[in-house]
């Protein structure tokens, strides 16, 4: 069975420093990884998908992933953190064992940006 | 750009009450989903639709129930409210044939109903 865990609840950076929200999942078949991030009362929003081909990842807003099938992660990073990147963001793995479109979520991590 | 709009943005209601959550996409998209959201526990699966009256469980929808009349619109809804279904729901739609969807392909959401049961 297909699972996600994000190794942070919370993770607090300053303004221009590097982001690093963990990712470590479980799949017995080839995955397809998603990060989204969601905003303070707004939707989920996709910020990037990882789907079999390069395994770096990039995605919105200067945020990449790299997959690495070794190590069953996929973490999520950015080189300088801006305010606005304060958010909720969510690991996401799709249950590659049937063809539902299920999607698993890890817990969440919230991302502090300090000034 | 694709839009999924959800009836309300906040609901209280009583315990024991029948509460309906509406929610509609405009892109004409076959698959459609609900959730909820806790603290701590992420996103969870109540139940999914691949087309018109077509429903499937979820990993959670106990006290759930859905209706899919038209296929821009699903429904949730709640038989008898109680004070821990108190949370966020959120729908979303992604693209797909009955038969199959991708796992590649991206579910778009709503911005959620922040539903408290008192």
């Known amino acids: 069975a297909q699972s996600v865990t994000q190794l942070d609840s919370h993770v607090s950076v300053s303004e221009g420093t590097p982001v690093l929200l963990r990712c470590n999942y479980s799949s017995s078949y080839s995955p397809s990884l998603f990060w989204y991030v969601q905003h303070p009362n707004k939707g989920l929003q996709l910020l990037l998908k990882y789907t079999s081909a390069a395994t770096l990842v990039k995605g919105i807003n200067g945020f990449e992933a790299e997959f690495k099938k070794s190590e069953t992660s996929f973490h999520l990073t950015k080189p300088s953190a801006h305010m606005s990147d304060a958010a909720e963001y969510f690991c996401?793995?799709?249950?590659?064992?049937?063809?539902?479109?299920?999607?698993?979520f890890g817990q969440g991590t919230t991302l502090q940006v300090k000034p | 750009d694709v839009k999924v709009t959800q009836s309300s943005r906040y609901l209280v209601k009583r315990t024991g009450e029948k509460v309906f959550l509406e929610c509609v996409q405009d892109?004409?998209?076959?698959?459609m989903f609900w959730y909820r959201q806790d603290p701590g526990l992420g996103l969870r699966l109540i139940y999914f639709?691949?087309?018109?009256?077509?429903?499937e469980k979820g990993d959670i929808p106990e006290g759930y129930s859905v209706s899919r009349e038209k296929k821009e619109r699903f429904s949730l809804i709640l038989e008898s409210a109680s004070t821990n279904q108190t949370s966020m729901y959120l729908c979303?739609?992604?693209?797909?044939?009955?038969?199959?969807?991708?796992?590649?392909?991206?579910?778009?959401f709503g911005p959620g109903t922040r539903l408290t049961v008192t």
């Open positions: 979303a739609s992604c693209p797909g044939t009955l038969s199959y969807i991708l796992p590649t392909y991206e579910q778009y």
């Open positions: 892109m004409d998209h076959e698959n």
């Open positions: 639709s691949y087309d018109v009256k077509m429903k």
């Open positions: 996401v793995v799709s249950d590659g064992s049937s063809n539902t479109g299920k999607l698993i």
